[in-house]
């Protein structure tokens, strides 16, 4: 095809990369474009209706990435789902928003990243939202709000579904988990989270649809002559000028579309947005990663940076169910969030100790995986952190989320905060064969323990009245498989082999300071490039305890503003 030439080339046209794509465009003298690998999906019912949760699953818009063999998990692979479409992976996400603790993004500045912490991301979490102040009838069915949390003005259409759960559902909940030490949390959206909340949805109530990052930040802006999506496309790699002082020049990204091969230049800066699966993938292919890996593929090594693909953090979920004694239908948005010490009662401080003695061993245990690329000492330091985050700020452990459908009582959770971490590498130069990944899970004992720990609890919790009596024959894993008193080992080897991904990776270009193992700077820069930033969920240096994506609009829009803040003056 004839060169095309932007000012502004971003990667994925998916939930981060669209708010860039956006804010960006604000700027008038400035061309931004867009490429993405999917296609629109503004009118696929598999994306838009609000009860189809799973239905694009294994469609042509599921990326499915495969996980290899899962050693410490029962030897299988793992699907890892993520959107390819116009939206990326909110267009076929759970459409819950909850944020994250204050903490936890204090944590990125602690740790270096000079300018992130709660105080500074919380209006831009705000600027994103367009709440949905709820209807009287929807308060009557248990949704609930501190006003001040929330942003009325923003893109995001945030509420509650046209359609929730009858209203007598979280009164059962809230008496039951009050019985085992679990508080009532109004709004789980200004940083606390600990508690049973109603939590709102990335929902259009009037329109009864899903809200996604393209009916939100692109669809009503595709006429913005200065903004361009170029679908249907994959980015295969960053193409490079000659060094610039040393660090590495972006000229554009090399392309293959419905037209064959191209290259679409950037006269300013190259961003990847293409999803924590993808990002440090077409990092490696570019030149930009370990050196051991990128001589293995013949690949030049633009920059020595050996912790890309590194400190991959995932979640795992498992489910339990129950027969309901009542008919119930609406879209439920009701979840608990308890704390280790909720979970574990009295023996939280033994397991909090057994843990610290642990800590050691599981840094040096990643940092043997990755052959020295991320440093004992830096995985001790977070690891060190996240001990903290659960065992003395107190940060939920767990999220159950409850799902009252039909004649069914189900649930599915997951440990927040494992401790495992993991990797994706290339394993050809070719970008259309898949990248090796490996999330480790269940790699320390302690995160198969938390989530046999947790099955428990949620077992305990439905034998609880009054919550026990609105329930009937447990469904899964069911007293045959796992009986009343089954052992540890009944349980993890249940867990084993029913869990799968929660689809929360993160960190597999963490910002954090180029010393400690960074690959992105505070300004989402590319360590020794001049031009190339990454803005999704691989810049998260930590797991976080909120669903991802509240937190990806925020940060891509703080992003934003960082950029802008370089080119208007
Ligand atoms: P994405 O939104 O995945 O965007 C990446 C984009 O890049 C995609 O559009 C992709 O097609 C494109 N792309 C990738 N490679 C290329 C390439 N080489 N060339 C061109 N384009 C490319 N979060 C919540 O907040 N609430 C939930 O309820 C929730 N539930 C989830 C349920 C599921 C099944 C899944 C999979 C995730 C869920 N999440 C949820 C997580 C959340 O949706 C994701 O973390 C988030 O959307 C990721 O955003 P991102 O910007 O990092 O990447």
Request: include cysteine.
């Amino acid at each position: 095809g004839s060169a095309s030439r932007y000012d502004f080339v971003i990667v994925g046209g998916g939930t981060s990369g669209l708010v860039v794509a956006n804010r960006l465009s604000e700027m008038k003298g400035y061309t931004v474009a867009v490429i993405e690998a999917g296609d629109s999906v503004f009118g696929n019912a598999n994306v838009t209706d609000v009860t189809g949760y799973g239905r694009s699953f294994g469609t042509k818009i599921d990326w499915a990435y495969l996980t290899e063999n899962q050693t410490y998990a029962g030897g299988k692979q793992q699907i890892m789902r993520a959107g390819k479409a116009i939206g990326g992976t909110s267009a076929i996400n759970g459409m819950s928003y909850t944020r994250a603790e204050t903490v936890q993004i204090d944590l990125w500045e602690k740790v270096g990243n000079k300018g992130w912490n709660w105080r500074t991301l919380f209006p831009y979490y705000q600027k994103s939202e367009g709440f949905q102040v709820p209807t009287s009838d929807k308060i009557g069915d248990g949704a609930d709000y501190y006003i001040g949390y929330h942003g009325e003005r923003g893109p995001l259409k945030v509420g509650w579904p046209k359609m929730m759960t009858n209203g007598s559902v979280l009164p059962i909940l809230d008496e039951t988990f009050s019985e085992l030490g679990v508080p009532y949390n109004r709004d789980v959206n200004g940083g606390n989270m600990v508690g049973l909340t109603s939590h709102p949805n990335t929902v259009d109530r009037d329109a009864n649809i899903r809200e996604d990052a393209a009916r939100a930040y692109f669809w009503p802006f595709e006429n913005r002559h200065n903004l361009k999506i170029i679908s249907n496309t994959l980015a295969k790699k960053i193409v490079w000028d000659n060094n610039s002082d040393d660090l590495a020049v972006a000229i554009g990204v090399e392309v293959t579309g419905p037209d064959g091969n191209e290259v679409i230049y950037a006269s300013k800066e190259v961003i990847l947005s293409a999803g924590s699966l993808k990002s440090s993938v077409i990092l490696e292919l570019s030149g930009i990663g370990n050196p051991d890996i990128l001589d293995k593929h013949n690949i030049p090594v633009k920059v020595n940076l050996p912790t890309v693909g590194e400190n991959l953090q995932d979640q795992t979920n498992n489910g339990l169910s129950y027969a309901g004694e009542e008919f119930w239908i609406g879209g439920p948005t009701f979840s608990a969030l308890p704390s280790a010490e909720q979970i574990y009662g009295n023996r939280v401080s033994g397991i909090a100790s057994s843990i610290k003695s642990s800590l050691e061993d599981y840094a040096k245990a990643v940092s043997n995986s990755s052959n020295g690329a991320v440093q004992e000492a830096h995985l001790l330091e977070a690891f060190q952190l996240q001990h903290d985050l659960i065992f003395k700020s107190r940060v939920p452990y767990a999220e159950i989320v409850f799902l009252p459908i039909g004649h069914s009582f189900s649930s599915e959770y997951w440990p927040l905060l494992p401790f495992s971490r993991g990797s994706i590498h290339i394993q050809s130069a070719d970008s259309f064969k898949p990248a090796s990944i490996n999330p480790n899970y269940f790699r320390f004992e302690q995160d198969l323990d938390a989530q046999a720990e947790m099955a428990k609890f949620i077992r305990k919790a439905f034998g609880t009245a009054p919550l026990s009596q609105f329930v009937g024959e447990e469904f899964a894993p069911g007293l045959d498989r796992v009986s009343e008193n089954a052992s540890d080992s009944t349980w993890r080897s249940w867990v084993k082999s029913n869990y799968r991904s929660n689809f929360h990776p993160v960190g597999t270009a963490s910002m954090l300071p180029r010393d400690k193992g960074g690959v992105v700077s505070p300004e989402l820069k590319v360590y020794g490039t001049k031009n190339v930033r990454v803005i999704d969920a691989s810049v998260l240096p930590f797991q976080l305890c909120g669903h991802l994506t509240s937190t990806l609009y925020a940060v891509a829009e703080m992003a934003s503003d960082l950029i802008k803040k370089r080119y208007i003056f």
